[in-house]
């Protein structure tokens, strides 16, 4: 076997459960499942230390060679077993390394990057067909049986708070013009910058933001792309949040951009600027070392994107959010790894458009989000 000398290694980032009474292996890394048998296991066990295909072959001789070297193989084309020193193993001991308090649950992370959707222009007959056959659960919870007490009616208070949270719209339609710079930096100080820093006795002094972290850790970053903002050259910047400063990035951008961003949602190349959110692990797991944690780490993008999307309304602007996002594409444009620092949301937002003045398809408005691919 010409190969016989290649040395290997088992993946770190893989897990095996039971589905339908077949051993399933999935390398989350990768989002690569297989069906295998059990004894597949031993080989995986086996290449836990670096080994060559030689080696195993001899550890298992007593079962046929042909069909102990067709399994090696068979790992792998699938990315269960990497080229030792190879820039795949890197990768895959970057993310054991960087996420080893988070691991196993921390799979899911990865597992549900680069997601495929429908495609927009689908016709909606085909949309529909991706859906599932059972009726939609209810959208409301009442409980059977139960003593209610009938509350105050919820009258429009004349506060400029409750106005601006009532308000509060997701945008798909724009007006061409540019939104102003002094905008754009109430919005990324208002959501993202620090507002002050709290004493404590043990970590010292703690920045606090408009939005709530756990800990304070503040793992969330955000990146602007900028397409039309009057008094700021389009390009792709980092939001300094310290000292309230962008720093420009290589990364050329443009309206197609920011919808090959958006999972190619067409409406959002119209938008003036796009909000890249990401978020630097180490921070929270340096402190809470349970992957639970991750959870918080989702939790606190979502308190930045309401935030952000009620600032843009106060002034009066027109905002989005979506979480259909072509993952890789964003890191690799934005110079992350997206093991230590991955993008989990964008929000961007533009001059609210007219009523009804939003792309079409055909002779029908665009409405719907791009959905997973069942």
């Known amino acids: 076997m010409a190969r016989a000398s290649l040395k290997l290694k088992s993946a770190s980032c893989q897990i095996a459960y039971w589905k339908g009474g077949k051993l399933q292996i999935a390398n989350y890394l990768t989002r690569r499942t297989f069906s295998t048998h059990a004894a597949t296991l031993n080989v995986i066990r086996f290449f836990l230390t670096p080994r060559t295909i030689q080696d195993a072959l001899l550890e298992f001789r007593t079962y046929n060679r042909e069909s102990v070297a067709k399994s090696i193989l068979q790992l792998i084309d699938a990315q269960l077993l990497l080229e030792y020193g190879s820039a795949e193993l890197e990768r895959d001991e970057q993310v054991a390394s960087s996420w080893r308090t988070w691991l196993p649950e921390g799979g899911f992370h990865f597992m549900t990057k680069d997601t495929p959707y429908v495609p927009w222009d689908w016709p909606i007959e085909e949309k529909m067909k991706t859906l599932p056959a059972t009726p939609a659960p209810p959208q409301f919870k009442t409980i059977r049986g139960a003593d209610t007490v009938r509350l105050p009616p919820d009258e429009m208070t004349r506060d400029t708070f409750f106005e601006t949270l009532h308000a509060r719209r997701t945008h798909r339609e724009f007006a061409r013009g540019k939104v102003s710079l002094e905008n754009v930096s109430k919005l990324l100080q208002t959501t993202w910058g620090v507002q002050g820093y709290l004493p404590t006795n043990v970590f010292g002094r703690l ?7 756990g800990g304070a850790r503040h793992p969330g970053e955000v990146y602007l792309m900028a397409l039309r903002v009057d008094g700021l050259e389009r390009g792709m910047y ?12 290589p990364a050329k951008v443009s309206p197609r951009m920011a919808s090959a961003y958006c999972a ?12 890249i959110m990401t978020a630097v692990f180490a921070r929270t797991m340096w402190k809470y070392g349970r992957a ?13 994107c309401q935030t952000f999307c009620l600032t843009a309304t106060r002034l009066g602007l027109a905002p989005f959010s979506t979480a259909a996002l072509k993952d890789s594409l964003i890191e690799k444009d934005l110079g992350i790894d997206g093991i230590s620092e991955s993008v989990l949301y964008v929000a961007g937002v533009g001059l609210v458009g007219a009523p009804g003045s939003g792309l079409r398809h055909g002779n029908q408005r665009v409405t719907s989000s791009p959905q997973p691919v069942r």
């Open 264 to 275: 190619d949602q067409p409406y959002f190349a119209g938008a003036a600027a796009l909000f």
């Open 238 to 249: 980092h939001y300094q949040a310290k000292d309230n400063r962008l720093a420009r990035l």
């Open 207 to 213: 920045p606090y933001k408009t939005s709530p972290s």
């Open 292 to 304: 639970r944690a991750y959870r918080v780490v989702l939790l606190e993008t979502g308190h930045l």
